[in-house]
């Protein structure tokens, strides 16, 4: 290992634990003032919490400075703070979710560790892109089993459950069908970008070359429907369209794409009653002020409450907002924290959008690249996503705010995007530097 090399990864990795502990301070600082809203005394189990956070930050820091000493030293830091901000949030909700959400967060760094232990180098995926479509198209139609494995939750059928553990296989199975998508559009682009038939006006490519894309696409957008997840449905068509313009770089595949959305999300609207009562709600949701628009009527209560400045850690009242561990957290925190801290929010998940890209234009392999790509557009899509339900820019949607909402499989899965960023980032460093250095 080169000397330069090594004091590239030594500096990225002190940069990472300076920023990671100053975020863990923030973090202790909020639980702290959390218990004082409360009563006078320091939480009892302050030290175990406390203790449980840093072991974690450091068990990940260690990880990455002995498995990839070069990556990106931004993206554990920013992942840190927004964990924890969700870990003092939902604790101030309830206790007990905050409890389970702990433990998920142990098994996400986990199988952050893990994922830097089996994946050596990232390219390896694209030769097992087909197992990981097969892999991926399964877990999808997981929930769709009958009972006992097969769950309906709040009227998505989302769900799996194996003996004692329930969880969202879809949260997986994105992160496997991007990494099908990225290998078949490396070996189809070319064919991709030339137009060799016509179609009245229109000129296409072969469809033989796009078929078996358009095909694992397809299915998994009818399993999603059938599921009634059409939040995941958003995700992954922005996902599919996102990475095939970056491939092809052809506008004709965002419009056509932007075209079979908006049909497709016309067909849903009147064949499924939810997105229907979602839409009306979303357009005007005071006459169901106490069914059906309730959460959103109460989330804007809530921002209305905070203000630009925010009323304190725990002395709001975000107990109010159903599902505010989840679905409307990102109000529960405007309330508490206010303005400053949503849009604090916001810009962490963009800077963790921007470290993404700019590890994917960093990369020299067209395989990296793409994956890259849509595995930092997951989160940049799911974030929008919540975001402008939350906000009412857009009808509401079932998905979580990354890293911040409760839901393990949702911590799972993104734990996992940040390692395989991280690996990319780590090879992509090291080969530069051995070509710069001998």
């Not at 097992?128 to 399964?138: D, E, K, L, P, S």
């Not at 994917?360 to 899509?381: M, N, W, Y």
Request: with cysteine; net charge positive; charged share 15%.
């Amino acid at each position: 290992m080169s000397v330069a090399r090594t004091a590239l990864g030594r500096t990225r990795r002190n940069h990472e634990f300076a920023l990671g502990f100053h975020a863990l301070v923030v973090i202790a600082v909020g639980y702290v003032l959390l218990a004082f809203s409360k009563d006078a005394n320091l939480p009892p189990d302050l030290a175990v919490i406390l203790g449980s956070m840093f072991g974690l930050y450091i068990g990940a820091h260690i990880a990455l400075r002995k498995l990839a000493p070069n990556a990106d030293g931004t993206l554990l830091p920013i992942v840190a703070m927004l964990n924890g901000i969700g870990f003092v949030t939902i604790s101030r909700l309830d206790n007990a979710i905050a409890r389970n959400q702990a433990v998920w967060s142990a098994v996400g760094v986990g199988l952050f560790i893990l994922t830097l232990i089996v994946v050596h180098d990232i390219r390896v995926l694209e030769r097992n892109r087909y197992t990981c479509a097969f892999v991926g198209v399964g877990l999808l139609l997981l929930p769709l089993i009958p009972s006992p494995v097969g769950v309906t939750l709040n009227g998505a059928r989302i769900w799996a459950r194996i003996g004692p553990i329930s969880f969202q296989p879809g949260e997986i199975a994105k992160i496997l069908l991007v990494v099908f998508f990225a290998g078949y559009l490396v070996d189809t682009r070319e064919l991709l970008s030339r137009s060799s038939r016509r179609v009245g006006r229109l000129r296409i490519p072969d469809p033989r070359h796009i078929a078996p894309l358009i095909a694992i696409w397809a299915l998994s957008m009818l399993v999603l429907v059938f599921e009634q997840d059409l939040g995941s449905s958003l995700l992954q068509f922005c996902v599919f369209a996102s990475m095939l313009y970056i491939a092809t770089g052809r506008s004709r595949y965002v419009w056509g794409g932007l075209t079979i959305f908006s049909l497709s999300a016309f067909a849903a609207y009147k064949w499924f009653d939810h997105v229907q009562v979602r839409v009306t709600t979303w357009i005007n949701p005071w006459p169901t002020s106490r069914t059906g628009g309730y959460q959103i009527i109460q989330s804007w209560y809530a921002f209305a409450n905070g203000g630009v400045s925010g009323r304190g850690i725990g002395l709001g009242s975000p107990d109010r907002i159903p599902v505010a561990v989840s679905d409307f957290i990102l109000a529960a925190i405007g309330e508490e924290l206010g303005l400053f801290g949503s849009v604090a929010i916001v810009l962490m998940v963009l800077l963790l959008v921007g470290s993404g890209l700019r590890i994917a234009i960093d990369q020299h392999e067209p395989f990296t690249k793409l994956l890259v790509s849509g595995l930092t557009i997951i989160l940049g899509v799911q974030t929008f996503v919540i975001v402008g339900g939350v906000t009412r820019l857009i009808p509401l949607t079932g998905v979580t705010l990354p890293f911040v909402s409760y839901g393990g499989s949702s911590l799972i899965g993104n734990f996992i995007v940040v390692a395989l960023l991280a690996r990319a980032s780590d090879s992509t460093t090291g080969r530069r530097q051995r070509v710069q250095v001998p």
